[in-house]
């Protein structure tokens, strides 16, 4: 993999039910990987950088894994709320340091 | 308070008038980013900058420059802008330390008529 790729594109849910998506990222000169929150208009919100395989780091209902050895990340949402429905943005940054790159993100809503 | 500002945060202005958006960022970060949003085209990247007088393309470079003279300020400027580049327009900026998350200023919204 040579980009940051992140599916599904988009989830629709209902109030209450879990999620999950998933980031693929490049597993050579891996250094770490950020998962942001984006709603439309406003900046995106840092949720969590992680760097090391096997990572796990829990925010609230929100929580995500790192596989640096085969190069993807989990997010997941427990009991999703409307509130939740944003952009989850992953990016990954390789090369001790280098270039932050992003992928398209998923786009989640969730309906009372 | 650590924090990215940008300036203007809204500017509506004519083709071909050279414009500059400022940021500024008050953490003394190596890395500083410039990216803009469209609908459907999620977060593209204009330029990035590692470090002072360092600077590189990112994946829509065109129409666009940068400069990195000092380290806590990294301008975007339209030289003569278009409408296709109406856009909202972010900055960035992080450390390159591995476990440091990258800050977001608050937005530029740019229309080009």
């Not at chain 2, 600077?55 to 666009?64: A, I, S």
Request: net charge positive; hydrophobic share 30%.
């Amino acid at each position: 993999i040579l980009n940051v790729e992140q599916s599904p594109q988009s989830l629709h849910v209902q109030e209450g039910d879990s999620t999950n998506f998933t980031c693929s990222f490049p597993s050579s000169n891996f250094y770490a990987l950020h998962w942001y929150r984006w709603e439309t208009a406003k900046s995106p919100e840092a949720l969590f950088v992680m760097t090391l395989n096997g990572d796990e780091k829990k925010k609230g209902r929100i929580s995500a894994t790192l596989n640096t050895k085969e190069g993807y990340s989990y997010l997941y949402i427990k009991g999703s709320q409307p509130e939740d429905s944003a952009t989850y943005l992953c990016a990954s940054r390789g090369n001790q340091g280098g270039k932050l790159i992003f992928g398209q993100g998923t786009e989640l809503s969730v309906k009372p | 308070e650590a924090q990215v500002t940008q300036n203007p945060r809204y500017l509506i202005t004519v083709t071909g008038k050279k414009l500059t958006v400022t940021c500024s960022q008050n953490m003394n970060h190596e890395y500083m980013s410039w990216y803009r949003q469209d609908p459907g085209l999620g977060l593209r990247q204009i330029y990035y900058s590692m470090n002072v007088e360092v600077t590189d393309k990112g994946d829509v470079p065109e129409g666009y420059k940068v400069s990195r003279k000092e380290k806590r300020n990294f301008p975007l400027i339209l030289e003569s802008p278009s409408p296709n580049q109406t856009s909202l327009y972010f900055c960035a900026s992080s450390s390159l330390r591995q476990a440091d998350t990258q800050y977001f200023g608050p937005g530029t919204r740019l229309t080009v008529l």
